[in-house]
């Protein structure tokens, strides 16, 4: 299973920006797939963006526009830059992954949280 690390949330004032971080660990054809969830209170979890090994990339329609996932392959790392943010966009954001067959791989970690707010 891969071991996951998520970092970067924060408070930010409505339009500003963050910047997560999801650091991986495990087998290399365990992590094919890199992703970015969240969950608001009271809200089921929800996808946010996903992102290939080969760089292909998927977004919810709520962010696109505005988040932009990427991936450094050599680190093992993915991103999630998060511009124009909006209350709406408060949630705890998890970092997940799946195998070649898109079967989950990691279990959910604790995430970061991200409060947007005057």
């Known amino acids: 299973q891969v071991h996951l690390v998520e970092s970067g949330g924060g408070l930010v004032q409505p339009g500003g920006s963050l910047r997560l971080s999801c650091a991986a660990s495990?087998?290399?054809?365990?992590?094919?797939?890199m992703g970015w969830h969240r969950q608001a209170p009271g809200k089921e979890r929800e996808l946010v963006a996903t992102i290939s090994r080969d760089g292909d990339i998927n977004y919810a329609d709520s962010v696109k526009g505005r988040f932009t996932i990427s991936r450094d392959n050599a680190k093992n790392t993915a991103y999630l830059q998060m511009n124009s943010l909006k209350p709406e966009d408060t949630a705890v954001y998890y970092c997940?992954?799946?195998?070649?067959?898109?079967?989950?791989?990691?279990?959910w970690g604790q995430g970061t949280q991200v409060t947007v707010s005057s």
């Open positions: 495990g087998s290399f054809f365990s992590f094919i797939i």
């Open positions: 997940n992954t799946r195998d070649i067959y898109n079967r989950p791989s990691s279990s």
